[in-house]
């Protein structure tokens, strides 16, 4: 089955680790994207990629950084420049030049402890 | 200024009843895209359904249509006959092209509660 999956599902990091979040798609999209959701509020988007090898800064990309080396893969880093990670991430990809649907992930919980 | 404003923290209906979600959005690109998705407690979101701006016909997907108003830049999720199961956070989103890129940006969300 075609899909997005994202690991680990919970992620738990000391304050001050770089961690980084998985994000694998099958569905052939050249488009990538990573949002962050904290409690209660709606997606806001860090870094998107439409193609291999580039990607573009969304609305809160500071602390923030990624690599798009596979069309399949879109790897997340949040760096300990990151004030406040603790949030809900998902990673969402579709097809280039499409209006449809974004694809979403189930989504990692990344709690700093 | 926001580009998907959703003025709903929350909503309650009554089950069987119609409810309307509202959302209105902000863009010069003549060419976009609205969407809504609805999003569980789980977490995973759940697309619903698409309109695109130069579609004539509101779009309308099983129970659910949205109602789309361009000269108004409202986009508003109609939920008919809701059910229990209907209870979730919606999200409205919209998609432009920015320098060349496709961009979506999503709203703040409704959280809809149905009673039975």
């Known amino acids: 089955d075609g899909g997005i999956t994202q690991s680990p599902k919970y992620l738990f990091r000391k304050e001050g680790q770089n961690v980084t979040l998985s994000c694998e798609q099958n569905?052939?999209?050249?488009?990538m994207y990573w949002y962050r959701q904290d409690p209660g509020q709606g997606l806001r988007l860090i870094y998107y990629?439409?193609?291999?090898?580039?990607?573009q800064k969304g609305d809160i990309a500071e602390g923030y950084s990624v690599s798009r080396e596979k069309k399949e893969s879109f790897p997340l880093t949040v760096t300990s420049a990151q004030k406040n990670p603790t949030a809900f991430y998902l990673c969402?990809?579709?097809?280039?030049?499409?209006?449809?649907?974004?694809?979403f992930g189930p989504g990692t919980r990344l709690t700093v402890l | 200024a926001q580009k998907i404003t959703q003025t709903q923290p929350g909503m309650f209906v009554q089950e069987k009843e119609a409810v309307t979600l509202d959302c209105t959005y902000d863009?010069?690109?003549?060419?976009?895209?609205l969407f809504w998705y609805k999003q569980p407690s789980s977490g995973e979101m759940i697309f619903l359904i698409y309109?695109?701006?130069?579609?004539?016909q509101n779009a309308t997907e099983g129970r659910y249509s949205l109602n789309f108003q361009k000269a108004r830049k409202s986009a508003n999720l109609v939920i008919s006959a809701s059910q229990l199961g209907d209870s979730a956070m919606y999200f409205c989103?919209?998609?432009?092209?920015?320098?060349?890129?496709?961009?979506?940006?999503f709203g703040t969300g409704t959280k809809l509660q149905v009673i039975p």
């Open positions: 969402a990809s579709t097809r280039r030049g499409s209006y449809n649907e974004q694809f």
């Open positions: 569905l052939n999209h050249d488009a």
């Open positions: 990629s439409q193609i291999v090898n580039d990607f």
């Open positions: 863009t010069s690109d003549p060419s976009y895209g």
């Open positions: 309109q695109g701006s130069y579609d004539q």
């Open positions: 989103a919209m998609r432009e092209v920015s320098g060349g890129y496709q961009k979506v940006t």
